[in-house]
């Protein structure tokens, strides 16, 4: 579908006096899973689907669909649910705007080549350690996406974004006790995918938690790694979103301008940063993004506003409007969020602990609940006493409130990979409590 | 949704450079969505999702395509692009299809039979209802799903069968707070049924439990943390059967040799109190369906038998491999994904034992009455799940709620630790996630006694 059709679709609707927003997005993506020095699966599409907005009488209403030969429909769908709806002032479109933000990516190796190199891979995870028995897979996937943004106030944006990833899941055995492994790396191109790392990372993981056992119950120092305190920053993300604030469900209400975390800690977003996995120069909503501290020196400086959660509180959007596809409402999100990195090295902060746990994998991050703040995640690691790396833990829990976390933060790290949409150097955290035995 | 002769088409051609098997996957998938927070229906939508997954397997290699383009043309250029992605050698097949076969649910009510103004009505009223509990509540957030599927499975064997399922799901999250302590109640009901599924007792439900567990653990007490026996009610769901043994019997894990069950077929594996059973076929439930999304009937699978392993839960490329007919759980989220071997309703056969008696077993324990998800190593055989409502008990007397722990155990050495099993059962709904794709299941449990766990809570104790 070309951008004249859908520019003369919105003048039609112009001439209706039908405000309305359409989102067009066409969608790749490439699969390769390697599995037994096999291609187990290759898996390539293009896909193409389109939401619609439409304000009538102040009423909102949203219709998606994938066939795009029904347009008029899928605009009398959004007008029909639209009619259900009570009049809300809050929901606009952003007026006379045109921005555009298509980038340019490095020309990529062939499918053989890529085949070829990802064969390696899952040889090499065997032949590093002879305690690995099973690789259960290594998958690559690429996705790239174009997406348009037009409405009848004048608006047309339009930006791409490419991201790929492998990962691989391997198992380790000493004979008695078996252990798995999980990592991935991810980057734009292919070319800058870091996949000796990948499996030096998995095999450490999977062949030094072999043997792993629970410990007594007691108060300790954990290290979260970079993956793991990214994890735990897209909890405490969710704090930050003007939308819970203002509904009562963030344990952040109310403190703007207070101290809220450990006085070492920074967390900023910089969407435009060149390092950034996915930079973006405007929201879905066509807000400029901009970098700007969420807590400084522990002090909560801002909450994120998309169009909708600012003009309830009469303010203006901070860029934070996120639609993950063409099936959603533009949410409160994140471009390229990150906790700002700190001094000391990694193995400073791994020296510095006296009695702890080096965290490998946590389990029910999703379980958490970042309401109320309460989380209990199971977790596999290695214990550090002195400094210093001793026997491998597992089903232990760790679990506190994501408030106390935020204020137990003693220690960051000063490396920062731009691994994600969120990511964390290494943190340090004091008196956590590990269930156990 | 196509022609008899299109399907025999495109299924030619796909194969026309090479392969043992292609298979089509045709969905209509149609839904609506309703979003009511802050005391206002904040989103309604109306979704169309319509596309066709087409799947080449030659030997162990599996290729795939999908589109949204689901003219004759744009099904065409799907399979010839996957056939030049096979490029084997040139093959003339001619499938030729069976008669149709048609399975699926007729909703007493389905989408043209309701006003959708009614949605707002109900959506409201669970509002008022959840508020008006307690003034403690400060937020309700509810949501209401309605999928209409529509699927079409046609492959080179001559299979064609048509499969409809519409699920409802209704859930609602209560949020309370008092004197800076914020804490939620969630509950959810769903099922492979229409819009019938809006009863009284229903719009009741939801906005009384939700709110009834947020003030709960408002008042409820930090969880202890340590080994403990555990009763966990069969009102709490059965998250814990699905986590602690049921992806550890998905076929492609085995297969991979990441599952701690691998090579365990016919040996006991769990206390020989426990039968444990995945069946697809049971009318209404919310993991049910006429067929698998690979068109293979579904079924009901004695798995474990009295502690012993009977067999794993199949796609028919596990089957394949495992030299087994397929079991009926090849599943898939939508077309975008090919299927793999996937849980439907699992569950736990009732037992024989009292919850008093079992409750008089915890000299020190924890009585759960509703959990949470959960999450599982399959490798190690680790598990966790969340519990939302449980009691501390001592002895044999529920002492006060506890709040904001996990459990965390082993899934086989848990499964051996099962020593009291209840003459009851009790099921809850949910979404299993397992490679990036979600599909809708229902676990379920007797009220079951296991003699030591570790509950993941902050109160160190002594």
């Given at each position: 579908m070309n951008v004249g059709y859908l520019f003369g679709f919105i003048e039609s609707l112009k001439k209706q006096k039908i405000d309305c927003e359409v989102f067009f997005q066409e969608k790749e993506k490439s699969t390769l899973i390697i599995s037994r020095q096999e291609v187990e699966n290759y898996q390539t599409s293009k896909e193409y689907g389109i939401g619609v907005r439409v304000i009538k009488e102040g009423k909102h209403g949203f219709a998606y669909t994938t066939n795009l030969e029904e347009l008029n429909e899928i605009i009398q769908k959004a007008i029909e649910v639209s009619q259900i709806m009570e009049e809300d002032r809050n929901w606009q479109f952003s007026k006379e705007l045109i921005l555009k933000d298509t980038k340019c990516y490095p020309e990529e190796p062939s499918l053989q080549e890529k085949i070829s190199r990802l064969l390696e891979l899952e040889r090499e995870i065997y032949s590093k350690d002879k305690r690995i028995k099973t690789v259960r897979n290594v998958v690559w996937e690429k996705t790239h996406e174009n997406n348009k943004i037009l409405s009848t106030t004048g608006l047309f944006l339009e930006y791409n974004q490419q991201y790929q990833y492998v990962y691989t899941e391997v198992g380790a055995s000493d004979g008695i006790n078996e252990r798995s492994g999980f990592d991935f790396d991810v980057a734009r191109s292919w070319q800058e995918l870091e996949l000796d790392k990948l499996v030096d990372k998995v095999v450490w993981q999977a062949t030094s938690l072999l043997g792993a056992s629970p410990k007594r119950t007691q108060s300790v120092d954990i290290i979260l790694p970079m993956e793991r305190a990214g994890e735990f920053l897209e909890l405490i993300s969710e704090l930050f979103s003007a939308d819970n604030v203002q509904k009562g469900k963030s344990i952040l209400k109310g403190f703007l301008g207070e101290r809220v975390a450990s006085s070492v800690l920074n967390i900023i977003e910089d969407p435009f940063c060149g390092e950034a996995l996915v930079p973006r120069a405007f929201?879905?909503?066509?807000?400029?993004?901009?970098?700007?501290?969420?807590?400084?020196?522990?002090?909560?400086?801002?909450?994120?506003?998309?169009?909708?959660?600012?003009?309830?509180?009469?303010?203006?959007?901070?860029?934070?409007?996120?639609?993950?596809?063409?099936?959603?409402?533009?949410?409160?999100?994140?471009?390229?969020?990150?906790?700002?990195?700190?001094?000391?090295?990694?193995?400073?902060?791994?020296?510095?602990?006296?009695?702890?746990?080096?965290?490998?994998?946590?389990?029910?991050?999703?379980?958490?609940?970042?309401?109320?703040?309460?989380?209990?995640?199971?977790?596999?690691?290695?214990?550090?006493?002195?400094?210093?790396?001793?026997?491998?833990?597992?089903?232990?829990?760790?679990?506190?409130?994501?408030?106390?976390?935020?204020?137990?933060?003693?220690?960051?790290?000063?490396?920062l990979n731009f691994k994600g949409n969120i990511n964390s150097p290494m943190l340090k955290l004091e008196d956590i409590i590990l269930a156990g035995k | 949704m196509i022609s008899k002769s299109a399907l025999e088409e495109i299924l030619d051609i796909s194969l026309s450079k090479g392969g043992d098997f292609s298979e089509?996957?045709?969905?209509?998938?149609?839904?609506?969505?309703?979003?009511?927070?802050?005391?206002?229906?904040?989103?309604?939508?109306?979704?169309?999702?319509?596309?066709?997954?087409?799947?080449?397997?030659?030997?162990?290699?599996?290729?795939?395509?999908?589109?949204?383009?689901?003219?004759?043309?744009?099904?065409?250029?799907?399979?010839?692009?996957?056939?030049?992605?096979?490029?084997?050698?040139?093959?003339?097949?001619?499938?030729?299809?069976?008669?149709?076969?048609?399975?699926?649910?007729?909703?007493?009510?389905?989408?043209?039979?309701?006003?959708?103004?009614?949605?707002?009505?109900?959506?409201?009223?669970?509002?008022?209802?959840?508020?008006?509990?307690?003034?403690?509540?400060?937020?309700?957030?509810?949501?209401?799903?309605?999928?209409?599927?529509?699927?079409?499975?046609?492959?080179?064997?001559?299979?064609?069968?048509?499969?409809?399922?519409?699920?409802?799901?209704?859930?609602?999250?209560?949020?309370?707070?008092?004197?800076?302590?914020?804490?939620?109640?969630?509950?959810?009901?769903?099922?492979?049924?229409?819009?019938?599924?809006?009863?009284?007792?229903?719009?009741?439900?939801?906005?009384?439990?939700?709110?009834?567990?947020?003030?709960?653990?408002?008042?409820?007490?930090?969880?202890?943390?340590?080994?403990?026996?555990?009763?966990?009610?069969?009102?709490?769901?059965?998250?814990?059967?699905?986590?602690?043994?049921?992806?550890?019997?998905?076929?492609?894990?085995?297969?991979?040799?990441?599952?701690?069950?691998?090579?365990?077929?016919?040996?006991?594996?769990?206390?020989?109190l426990v039968t444990m059973v995945d069946a697809g076929v049971l009318e209404g439930m919310y993991g049910s369906s006429g067929v698998d999304d690979e068109g293979v009937k579904?079924?009901?699978?004695?798995?474990?038998?009295?502690?012993?392993?009977?067999?794993?839960?199949?796609?028919?490329?596990?089957?394949?491999?495992?030299?087994?007919?397929?079991?009926?759980?090849?599943?898939?989220?939508?077309?975008?994904?090919?299927?793999?071997?996937?849980?439907?309703?699992?569950?736990?056969?009732?037992?024989?034992?009292?919850?008093?008696?079992?409750?008089?077993?915890?000299?020190?324990?924890?009585?759960?009455?509703?959990?949470?998800?959960?999450?599982?190593?399959?490798?190690?055989?680790?598990?966790?799940?969340?519990?939302?409502?449980?009691?501390?008990?001592?002895?044999?007397?529920?002492?006060?709620?506890?709040?904001?722990?996990?459990?965390?155990?082993?899934g086989p050495k848990v499964l051996e630790k099962i020593e009291m099993v209840g003459n009851d059962i009790g099921f809850a709904p949910g979404t299993c996630g397992k490679d990036g794709q979600g599909v809708p299941v229902t676990d379920g449990m007797p009220t079951i006694l296991i003699s030591e766990i570790t509950i993941g809570g902050t109160e160190k104790g002594e």
């Open positions: 929201d879905d909503e066509g807000m400029k993004t901009c970098r700007k501290y969420f807590v400084r020196n522990g002090i909560l400086e801002n909450y994120a506003y998309n169009i909708y959660t600012a003009n309830k509180e009469g303010k203006i959007s901070t860029g934070n409007g996120v639609r993950g596809s063409f099936k959603a409402l533009p949410q409160v999100g994140y471009f390229n969020l990150y906790i700002e990195p700190g001094e000391k090295s990694e193995r400073e902060l791994i020296e510095s602990v006296r009695n702890g746990v080096y965290v490998i994998s946590l389990m029910g991050l999703h379980l958490a609940d970042t309401i109320s703040g309460d989380f209990s995640l199971g977790i596999e690691g290695l214990w550090i006493r002195n400094g210093e790396f001793l026997d491998p833990v597992a089903e232990m829990t760790i679990s506190g409130n994501l408030k106390d976390f935020l204020k137990n933060i003693s220690g960051i790290g000063n490396k | 089509l996957f045709f969905e209509v998938n149609n839904s609506l969505y309703f979003y009511f927070d802050d005391n206002r229906l904040e989103e309604a939508v109306v979704g169309e999702d319509i596309g066709v997954g087409l799947r080449v397997i030659l030997g162990d290699r599996t290729f795939y395509g999908y589109t949204t383009d689901v003219s004759l043309l744009g099904l065409r250029k799907l399979a010839q692009n996957l056939a030049e992605a096979v490029f084997l050698r040139d093959q003339n097949i001619k499938v030729v299809l069976s008669d149709k076969k048609e399975y699926g649910i007729r909703p007493l009510k389905d989408k043209g039979s309701f006003e959708i103004k009614e949605v707002y009505d109900i959506l409201r009223m669970m509002n008022e209802k959840a508020r008006s509990y307690d003034s403690r509540i400060v937020q309700f957030t509810s949501v209401i799903r309605t999928v209409d599927q529509k699927v079409l499975i046609a492959n080179t064997d001559g299979d064609w069968v048509e499969d409809r399922r519409v699920r409802t799901v209704v859930y609602g999250l209560s949020v309370g707070s008092y004197n800076g302590v914020i804490q939620t109640g969630y509950e959810s009901i769903a099922g492979m049924v229409g819009w019938e599924l809006f009863t009284e007792e229903v719009i009741n439900k939801i906005p009384y439990e939700a709110s009834r567990r947020a003030i709960l653990l408002l008042e409820a007490k930090e969880a202890p943390a340590g080994v403990m026996p555990v009763v966990i009610s069969s009102k709490a769901g059965g998250v814990l059967i699905h986590e602690a043994v049921g992806h550890g019997l998905e076929a492609d894990l085995v297969d991979k040799e990441v599952s701690v069950y691998k090579d365990k077929i016919g040996e006991k594996v769990a206390s020989e579904t079924n009901y699978n004695v798995l474990i038998d009295r502690g012993v392993l009977k067999g794993y839960m199949h796609s028919r490329i596990t089957a394949k491999k495992f030299n087994v007919p397929p079991s009926g759980n090849g599943r898939r989220q939508n077309f975008r994904y090919p299927p793999i071997p996937r849980m439907t309703n699992t569950f736990i056969l009732p037992g024989e034992s009292k919850l008093e008696d079992m409750l008089q077993r915890l000299e020190k324990g924890i009585y759960v009455v509703k959990m949470g998800g959960g999450q599982v190593d399959t490798t190690s055989g680790d598990f966790v799940f969340a519990i939302e409502e449980g009691y501390f008990v001592l002895n044999g007397e529920i002492k006060y709620p506890i709040r904001g722990a996990t459990l965390i155990g082993n």
